[in-house]
């Protein structure tokens, strides 16, 4: 039996190289997951003159996590990654200017709600060594549909506009 921690990343997010951001999931549950990220000079973000990832891509460690959360939850029911916007966040903190090179930082999501439109809210930790390097609480959207969202016309109760 294969564990949902084997499956590799990309099968589980709508994102493609380089947009893969994380390496590996270290583990899922019902209400969220622990996934990981070694910092090299090959990292998306990379900024040799900081010697490492600005800590503001710290959110979007975040948001794919989120994002490889839902993928899971759709394969369990045999789903597709769905796309999914990150909204926002209220008081991303931070107490390092960046995530290191050389260094391995977990990124830990936890759902807090999630509603029938697709919203959700997570609170979102970054850590490296076992010491707190980021956290957040994130919201998303995860789109049902992607053409009906993209298209011109959108039906909003009962009423259509472009």
Not at 121 to 149: G, H, L
Request: proline share 6%.
């Amino acid at each position: 039996m294969i564990e949902i921690t084997d499956i590799p990343i990309q099968e589980l997010i709508p994102h493609s190289p380089p947009m893969v951001l994380l390496d590996r999931m270290l583990e899922c549950t019902d209400n969220g997951l622990v996934a990981e990220v070694s910092v090299s000079q090959e990292s998306m973000f990379f900024d040799s003159r900081l010697g490492g990832v600005p800590t503001w891509a710290g959110i979007e460690y975040m948001a794919q996590a989120i994002s490889v959360f839902a993928g899971i939850r759709r394969r369990k029911h045999n789903g597709e990654p769905k796309l999914g916007f990150l909204l926002g966040t209220r008081k991303y903190n931070t107490n390092l200017p960046m995530l290191a090179q050389g260094k391995t930082f977990q990124i830990a999501v936890t759902q807090i709600m999630r509603d029938e439109s697709g919203l959700g809210s997570f609170n979102c930790y970054i850590t490296c060594d076992d010491e707190p390097v980021c956290d957040a609480r994130v919201n998303v959207f995860e789109v049902e549909d992607t053409q009906a969202f993209f298209s011109k016309e959108r039906v909003t109760n009962g009423q259509t506009s472009p």
